[in-house]
């Protein structure tokens, strides 16, 4: 068991470009979440995973934000057009089911500039 | 929509106890964590407690439950430098999927 791993740990990117985070989950964990932190602040729910399902999205995930999970294993994050305000902490979670604990990856950050 | 809050900065010294409160508003919350995060790092998994119980005791931690004021507190026992740290309480409601994190309160342990 290696944990939750995130791919890149930082990203440094201009407005108005994409970028895409991959998070590989624990093996065998279906539930997989994504967060955003923002600097002094707690994190905050995105969206989540089961199996290769979305099956909830929070209102802070706009329209420019999408993400997958095409086999069920690993995630990616992408963000479409980034702003400014998009500079944060982004964090993977998972777990092996609906009441299980959430186990969380390093995050990557990103800087929008 | 629910609601956590944490105080933002404890000081204590070396060995002395540290208690981290926290207030939440979710009635229906059925899991309550602890989450520690050392500067940029993700978060680390302390210890949880379901809402039926009120007290749950692992080594050094304590995490107390007062389900009708909707507290919290973790108590660490024998404080040390490397406990320095972000500690997040975090709650899930009874649908079951996102965590609600309080926005951290910054531990800071002095030799």
């Known amino acids: 068991d290696t944990g939750v791993s995130q791919n890149p740990r930082h990203k440094i990117t201009k407005r108005g470009q994409n970028v895409t985070f991959r998070c590989d989950p624990i093996s065998e964990h279906n539930r997989l979440y994504w967060y955003r932190q923002t600097l002094g602040q707690g994190p905050e729910f995105l969206t989540y995973?089961?199996?290769?399902?979305?099956?909830?999205k929070s209102r802070l995930l706009s329209d420019r934000f999408s993400a997958e999970r095409p086999k069920g294993s690993f995630s990616t994050l992408e963000i479409q057009r980034t702003e400014q305000g998009d500079s944060a902490m982004y964090l993977c979670?998972?777990?092996?089911?609906?009441?299980?604990?959430?186990?969380f990856g390093p995050g990557t950050r990103l800087l929008v500039l | 929509g629910e609601d956590v809050e944490q105080s933002l900065f404890l000081s204590v010294r070396e060995g002395d106890s540290s208690v981290i409160n926290c207030t939440y508003t979710d009635s229906s919350s059925t899991y309550l964590y602890w989450y520690k995060q050392e500067p940029g790092a993700g978060l680390q998994l302390l210890t949880y407690i379901f809402s039926n119980m009120d007290m749950k005791q692992d080594q050094r931690l304590t995490v107390l439950l007062n389900k009708k004021d909707k507290h919290l507190s973790l108590r660490i026992a024998d404080t040390q430098t490397g406990d320095s740290a972000i500690y997040f309480c975090a709650e899930r409601g009874n649908a079951g999927n996102m965590l609600t994190f309080g926005g951290g309160t910054r531990l800071m342990v002095k030799p």
């Open positions: 995973f089961q199996n290769e399902a979305q099956l909830e």
């Open positions: 979670a998972s777990s092996k089911g609906l009441k299980e604990t959430q186990y």
